[in-house]
Structures are given as C-alpha cells and as structure tokens.
C-alpha cells in the first residue's frame, strides 16, 4: 500500500472509526551508515529522503533494506516501482 494511501486510510479511519494508522506502519529505519560501502540518499516522487543502494562492508542485510538488487546491493526504496533501477533490477524482496 502507497505512504498516500495509506495517510487516507488513517485519517478515514481517524474521523470514522477512531482507528489509527498503525495498520500501514512499516518498517523505515535508516541503516547503519558504518556498515554500507556508500552513503547518498535521493528525493522519491513521494518527496521522502531515500538511502541509495549499497553493498554492507559484512554482506549482511542492513536494517531498513527492502530489497536485494541483482548486483548485490541492498535497496531501501519505500514503493516498488523503480526499485534496483540501475543495479540490474530486483534479486528478491525483504519483508
């Protein structure tokens, strides 16, 4: 489910039926910027702050991976689409 849909849903929810938006919550964390071989981050269409794809100096997955790209990096991507452009596309997706 997208960041948008997910804020409509909470606030329905919110307004309609006092829930909050902890069903959509997932897991963002930033990785451990010691671990990782690079260390940029760029803007997503959403307009949120998104870790670039790196390698870990151990080859362990970092906290906030989303995906394993084909070149052995791990993404950090909040949304599927585009995710390990440029890194050979996605090897496999993480929780």
Known sequence: ?????CARLALAGAV??????AACARDVREPDESTLDRHG?????DGSEVHRPAKTR???KPAGATAKCRDDTWSFSHTRRGTCSGHGGVARWEG
Not at 1 to 5: G, V, Y
Not at 16 to 21: I, K, N
Not at 41 to 45: D, E, F
């Open 58 to 60: 151990d080859g362990g």
């Open 1 to 5: 489910m997208s960041p948008h849909a």
């Open 16 to 21: 309609l039926l006092g829930l909050s938006g």
């Open 41 to 45: 981050h760029y803007r997503s269409r």
